[in-house]
């Protein structure tokens, strides 16, 4: 079959995969896990939101727990539009900011001190993100720098060594570690479910933290297309102002774009070649249904290569002797 | 310092800081990307380590597999370097 952007869509399956997915949820979380329903985390974004939809289908809006765990750092508009989901379903929620038990834990310390290393003017009123080199442009390996910027708006980018790279990681993934163990705290007294939101983009290519966002007890659309979940979305009924928003990690002070910090290419031509990749379509023919060269399409191929092969640690349960 | 003795402490520092099933299987010509031996972190020690171990410094635009993914190509960009 010729490769088009129409085979990454469900098209007319959107309703029967809603339908499967919450028979799936229902019987996996209520018949398998014994548990009575579903906790998560609310960003305001397109996945946590198409997954509290689908779990309000298989549990009710009285079985769904929607969590906002904002800190210092997110976005200013994270718990409004979380707010606006939660409003439109009719769902239980709660607030847990996690500024101070990221302070405590040291994440803002531990890793300024680590940006320091590298920009020692860096201060804590300045803020920060990891940016990647376009996999579009050149053959360069897809090391990061960091971008930082004073109050009075200087940027300055900076190449990372390893030591300071690793560090800044580690520490920013107090922020999903911490988001998770309010979940389970939840979900415990609740009798609930932990619902994990991640895409079939961020599954397979290791966009999440290990026993942080990656940690749940069911991921409902891990096998979905970041295209196929806005169908779902729009087959949902959710909201307008969140099927609009750009996605956004919201985990560093700067504003940054996933492209910029994990993928090479907007979301709807990420998923096209995820999809050509793992069905052997040859670059060229996918270059020329995305409009990219060739080369580029293999620079991308080989990009979603590497990043699979590193999410394996990633996805690794503990290994036991048997 | 030759490129002989470049590449044997090269060879070295990859040997002890990436896992090979078999360090004998380490080629010159191996490709660490390919084989899975070095990954973008991997990378950036890489580049840490010829800079401090030869004082040179490593561009951006150098950041390419056609200077680190490989022992001789690795030797060869550090040769070139210092020249």
């Known amino acids: 079959m010729t490769f088009s952007l129409d085979q990454v869509k469900l098209g007319d399956k959107v309703d029967a995969e809603i339908s499967r997915i919450v028979a799936w949820l229902t019987e996996t979380v209520r018949g398998t896990l014994r548990r009575r329903g579903a906790v998560l985390g609310l960003s305001g974004g397109i996945d946590s939101s198409v997954v509290a939809a689908l779990c309000v289908r298989a549990f009710g809006k009285d079985g769904v727990l929607g969590l906002f765990m904002n800190e210092g750092e997110s976005a200013d508009d994270t718990v409004r539009l979380a707010r606006v989901v939660s409003d439109h379903l009719g769902i239980a929620t709660a607030t847990e900011d996690i500024s101070g038990v990221l302070d405590a834990a040291g994440c803002y ?14 201060l804590a009123d300045w803020k920060c993100k990891l940016v990647l080199p376009s996999v579009l442009e050149s053959d360069r390996y897809r090391i990061y720098s960091i971008v ?3 109050p009075a708006g200087e940027q300055v980018v900076a190449r990372l060594s390893p030591a300071a790279y690793l560090e800044i990681v580690a520490a920013t993934s107090f922020k999903q570690r911490t988001r998770k163990m309010l979940e389970y705290f939840h979900a415990d007294r609740l009798v609930y479910a932990v619902a994990g939101t991640p895409n079939l983009l961020e599954y397979d290519q290791g966009f999440f ?10 991921k409902p659309i891990a096998h979905l297309y970041k295209t196929q979940v806005y169908e779902l979305a729009a087959a949902l009924g959710i909201p307008d102002e969140i099927r609009a928003r750009p996605p956004t990690t919201d985990t560093y002070s700067l504003p940054q774009s996933q492209e910029e910090f994990y993928f090479s290419l907007p979301y709807d031509r990420m998923d096209a070649c995820l999809y050509a990749r793992a069905h052997a379509v040859p670059a060229a023919e996918a270059a020329a249904v995305l409009g990219l060269a ?21 996805h690794a349960p503990p290994i036991t002797l048997r | 310092m030759s490129e002989n003795e470049i590449k044997t402490r090269l060879r070295e520092f990859v ?5 090979l099933p078999d360090p004998k299987a ?36 150098d950041m390419v597999p056609a200077n680190f993914d490989s022992i001789d190509a690795l030797a060869g960009f550090v040769a070139k370097k210092r020249s």
């Open chain 1, 209 to 218: 933290v290990k026993n942080g966002d990656g940690a749940a007890d069911v």
């Open chain 2, 26 to 61: 380490l080629t010159d010509q191996t490709s660490f990307l390919d084989q899975g031996i070095i990954d973008s972190t991997g990378v950036l020690e890489l580049v840490t380590f010829v800079e401090n171990e030869y004082g040179i410094a490593v561009a951006d635009d």
């Open chain 1, 294 to 314: 060739p080369d580029q399409i293999e620079r991308v191929y080989r990009d979603i290569d590497a990043k699979r092969a590193a999410a394996r640690y990633l």
């Open chain 2, 15 to 19: 040997a002890k800081n990436f896992y």
């Open chain 1, 109 to 122: 310390r531990r890793r300024d001190d680590a940006i320091r290393t590298v920009v020692p003017a860096y």
């Open chain 1, 148 to 150: 930082v910027q004073s």
